[in-house]
């Protein structure tokens, strides 16, 4: 039971925006996150957490996802190293954190995003390192991405792959590290038992805050063609 571990539960509900366990964000997400743990199943989606600074996202990668996945099994990068030619980050990596996301700052918004989707669902992926001929391998990669921006990512209507956690404006206190590591056994144990429902991995969870994501993906071009093909035109 979660009782076993109030501490890591708290920064977990916070980090999500959410006010408690019946909130269907830490559903969905403690779900997808026990694929990930039990080696059963690589998730077809992927998870934006907003918020301010130090709302917790850090720190949980860090100090809690990396100690349970194992530090061989994953890695922070950055956007541009995303939009880099050379990926050998990825190789046989479980969890991978794409931190500061902001749509603002892709080179090329289009063929970033299509990398994405496809880092995110293709079970294999070309791997190139520099002075080396690129090789396919298995794709295990599950994404997280952090950011402090209301639009991180573009989600298009139509999407089906990125999940979002509420946007969170509170910071937390300075996080308490005895507390966290006398509750990670426990916190393991409850992921590794977790009855896994990997057709809800691989589905995108719609919320308010994806909604609200999504409005800003769709440019007003968009969105004055979506008015006339639907002839809602009081919208106009």
Request: net charge negative; with cysteine.
């Amino acid at each position: 039971s979660t009782a076993q571990f109030p501490y890591i539960l708290s920064i977990v509900l916070h980090m999500l925006g959410c006010e408690d366990e019946s909130d269907p964000v830490f559903d969905h997400f403690i779900n997808w996150f026990a694929c990930i743990m039990q080696r059963q199943h690589k998730p077809r989606t992927a998870w934006v957490l907003q918020g301010t600074e130090g709302t917790g996202k850090g720190y949980f990668f860090h100090d809690i996802a990396v100690p349970l996945i194992g530090k061989q099994s994953s890695t922070q990068v950055l956007i541009n190293t995303m939009e880099d030619a050379f990926n050998g980050w990825m190789s046989d990596k479980l969890l991978i954190m794409v931190n500061e996301v902001d749509v603002e700052d892709f080179k090329d918004k289009g063929r970033i995003s299509a990398k994405l989707k496809d880092h995110i669902t293709d079970p294999v992926v070309q791997i190139r390192n520099m002075h080396q001929k690129s090789r396919e391998m298995p794709n295990y990669a599950s994404f997280i991405f952090a950011s402090n921006k209301p639009q991180p990512v573009f989600i298009p209507e139509e999407d089906r792959r990125y999940n979002v956690g509420n946007y969170q404006t509170q910071k937390l206190p300075y996080p308490d590290n005895d507390r966290k590591n006398a509750e990670l056994e426990a916190f393991a144990q409850w992921l590794l038992a977790y009855q896994i429902d990997t057709t809800k991995a691989d589905t995108v969870l719609q919320t308010e805050a994806r909604i609200s994501i999504q409005a800003r993906s769709t440019n007003s071009i968009d969105s004055t063609i979506k008015t006339i093909t639907t002839g809602d035109f009081e919208t106009l």
